[in-house]
């Protein structure tokens, strides 16, 4: 491949809100959030406020439209780069890599990207509610999902993904035993991670077969904690970052894909056959890096059904042999192949759309080397993916540590 | 019966013909007339070759299950009257794949590749809901005498 980025731009700040199952402090606006990750995760880099010329945002509580301008203002930025990305999880991966193109471009050199998602103060009973009942899905009048989707129940995400669950069994085979594995192996790493809603909480392939069934195949154990939390990093030149004496080493964005075509998956060409394969040729093909060079794999795990598939689809093993992957490595972070070290949004938490940060922040750290006890030995490469929807829109990046 | 008001479809002008056709127990799908395409769900223009020059063409709604679940959990409260529900992806002999339900069965996975016919599931708005069951073969275990296909509300 020739073009893409060159590796020029760095994560060189993060920041994290530690996510929280229920939420006691304060309840502020989401522009306050902002403000608050952004100066946390600036502060990380060692770059100062006014230096920002950048940023990327996805939605805020208080404007359904010029939301790049409304932050702008708010923080007092001067950005010559605004974007909006809409992506669902996939939405922080997404901010990523637009945000080291953008700095490849010489369109700007300090960009913040973020995502809050603490609870904010309640509405007058008066006012549109921010919250839909219908999740991801659109009600709205006109929209293909409020016509031929909802009407017959199916709406959110459970459904659609054990509808691919079961379609992936009748093409390879389902071992519950091994999609069991991945929320027990993620459990473990997320007992050494302190921020992990479920640290201290050690669980079992037993324990999760033995919870609840929510949609066939699919136990709780296998689905997404929701909670509070929110993260922002920032992205800028290498040289900037060198400028800024940050403590860090640095991490190079040096590979990307993306890839859509769907909403539903009932309209997908192939419900098994996932959108990130697409990406994740994409990202190595820009790095120039194999597969067995990495070192953590950090994929998005709204379902254990997500992470098998990302496994398989990114080329960490062939087609249909995702289960005997799985239950042949350890995946822990002292295992031979280290799968969401922070515990994954299974074991950490998923704070909205920061769910898909933990992801990529963890790639950071790991390849940082700060990350204490769960640290991966000589870790220099991460793969972290997002996943938006059901399957719908993925986005990966490849990390290397400078 | 649920204190929530189900999500009823709302049929906009390109999409009207399929309901109309429904209600009167009658399945017509697009199809393009210049590459062939059949569309689903139906829009004006085909997503093969964006022509807008389409024709409803009448299907017997036969078909196969190309995966389903069942959710025990309703998502939604609209539908707690109807949980455990069948849901699946449903294969017409033509090609498009629908969100549907499965109704006349016992609630459990029904497996891929299953033969469905369809149900037609009017309501009292007017709008008729496509569901499908199995074809039922007298010796075939997985069609049970379950519970019949749901009345609307």
């Known amino acids: ?402 | 019966m649920s204190t929530v008001d189900k999500p009823r479809p709302l049929p906009i002008e390109p999409t009207r013909p399929f309901w109309d056709a429904l209600a009167q127990h009658r399945i017509t799908i697009p199809r393009c007339d210049r590459c062939g395409t059949w569309v689903w769900y139906p829009r004006p223009r085909c997503p093969g070759c964006l022509s807008n020059e389409l024709t409803w063409t009448p299907v017997t709604g036969a078909g196969t299950v190309h995966t389903s679940t069942v959710t025990r959990q309703p998502i939604h409260p609209a539908f707690a009257d109807e949980t455990p529900q069948v849901q699946a992806i449903v294969e017409l002999d033509v090609g498009v794949r629908m969100t549907t339900t499965l109704v006349d069965v016992e609630p459990r996975v029904v497996e891929v590749g299953t033969a469905v016919e369809p149900v037609f599931d009017d309501g009292p708005d007017g709008i008729t809901l496509l569901r499908f069951r199995p074809v039922r073969r007298a010796t075939d275990p997985s069609v049970s005498a379950g519970p019949p296909s749901p009345g609307r509300r």
């Open chain 1, 1 to 402: 491949m020739t073009g893409g980025l060159r590796g020029e731009a760095v994560v060189a700040g993060v920041a994290e809100y530690a996510p929280e199952r229920r939420y006691l402090g304060p309840r502020v606006m989401t522009l306050e959030q902002w403000g608050d990750l952004a100066a946390m995760a600036l502060d990380d880099a060692g770059i100062p406020a006014g230096d920002v010329d950048g940023l990327v945002c996805s939605t805020v509580r208080e404007s359904d439209m010029f939301v790049p301008a409304t932050i702008a203002e708010y923080l007092g930025w001067r950005v010559d780069y605004a974007e909006r990305v809409d992506l669902g999880g996939a939405t922080p991966v997404g901010m990523v890599w637009r945000a080291a193109a953008a700095i490849e471009l010489d369109l700007c050199e300090v960009v913040v990207c973020a995502a809050p998602a603490r609870p904010t103060p309640s509405l007058p009973a008066h006012m549109p509610r921010a919250w839909s009942p219908f999740g991801a899905s659109s009600a709205i009048m006109g929209s293909p999902q409020a016509e031929f989707d909802i009407p017959y129940g199916n709406l959110a995400q459970n459904g659609g993904y054990a509808m691919i669950a079961n379609r992936y069994a009748a093409e390879f085979g389902y071992d519950p035993r091994a999609t069991a594995k991945i929320a027990a192996d993620q459990r473990t790493s997320a007992c050494a991670n302190p921020d992990a809603v479920f640290f201290d909480t050690p669980i079992t392939i037993d324990d999760v077969l033995a919870s609840k069934v929510v949609a066939d195949p699919l136990h709780v154990l296998e689905i997404v904690m929701p909670c509070a939390g929110g993260a922002a990093v920032v992205v800028t030149s290498a040289e900037r970052a060198r400028r800024a004496g940050s403590p860090h080493r640095p991490v190079h964005v040096v590979g990307c894909g993306e890839h859509l075509a769907h909403k539903t998956p009932t309209y997908t060409p192939d419900l098994v056959r996932t959108p990130v394969g697409h990406a994740a040729d994409r990202a190595f093909a820009m790095a120039g890096l194999a597969r067995h060079e990495v070192d953590v794999v950090e994929p998005y795990d709204c379902y254990t059904i997500t992470v098998l598939l990302t496994i398989e689809d990114s080329g960490f093993c062939g087609k249909g042999e995702g289960m005997a992957f799985v239950r042949d490595h350890d995946l822990t972070y002292r295992g031979d192949f280290p799968v969401n070290t922070h515990g994954g949004q299974l074991g950490f938490g998923q704070a909205g759309l920061a769910g898909g940060f933990s992801q990529l922040i963890e790639g950071v750290r790991q390849v940082r080397g700060a990350c204490g006890g769960r640290q991966v030995a000589d870790c220099d490469i991460a793969f972290v993916t997002g996943t938006g929807g059901i399957m719908s829109e993925q986005a990966a990046v490849l990390l290397r540590g400078g």
